[in-house]
């Protein structure tokens, strides 16, 4: 078996075509003989937080998009932020980049995050990506994902949008075989 470990990239081959992971870049999260869990971290919803969070939180207020995690459990919330001072029991993914780990630290971190000084970047996701034992495997093996380090400041990226294009052109830099930015095969 493959062995990952937390905070790896998962970039979308340009042939594949499932309209949840067509050009998705998936922060992995966990990876285990039994499956796999991540969340797609360049796919905004037309949604912000504020009204996602609305009847929880009355007092945020925030116009930041919801993230598309993945298709499973959409209605699960997950927040990723940058601050090692908020959320004391929340898990490091890599270095500068934690997940938060209970109900107490996710509205921590969007409290802190929502202020105009606020010490935290944070991303909200709803839903997650997951495999079943050997399914991401399988993906692998076929092609439909490249892997690449984890990086905090490209999974908290301003313009998420361009996200998979910078993590092909630095597999393209990395191994010089990988085509960049090329949606038609044939053009090459």
């Not at 937390?6 to 075509?17: C, E, K, M, S, V």
């Not at 996701?125 to 994902?145: P, V």
Request: net charge negative; proline share 6%; hydrophobic share 35%.
């Amino acid at each position: 078996m493959l062995q990952f470990t937390t905070g790896q990239l998962l970039i979308a081959a340009d042939h594949l075509r499932d309209p949840n992971f067509y050009r998705s870049v998936v922060l992995m999260l966990e990876h285990t003989e039994e499956g796999a869990m991540g969340l797609v971290v360049n796919k905004p919803s037309g949604i912000t937080v504020e009204t996602a969070l609305n009847e929880q939180m009355t007092d945020v207020k925030c116009e930041t998009p919801v993230f598309l995690g993945g298709p499973v459990e959409r209605s699960a919330l997950f927040v990723l932020h940058n601050s090692p001072i908020l959320g004391k029991q929340d898990e490091q993914i890599l270095p500068g980049l934690y997940l938060a780990g209970s109900h107490d630290s996710f509205e921590e971190v969007v409290r802190a995050g929502t202020q105009s000084s606020g010490p935290a970047n944070f991303r909200v996701f709803c839903g997650y990506a997951g495999w079943g034992g050997g399914q991401l495997e399988g993906e692998l093996a076929r092609g439909d994902w490249h892997l690449q380090p984890g990086d905090a400041p490209l999974v908290l990226e301003e313009d998420p949008y361009g996200t998979w294009e910078i993590c092909l052109r630095r597999l393209h830099r990395a191994n010089r075989i990988l085509p960049h930015n090329v949606r038609n095969p044939d053009w090459n």
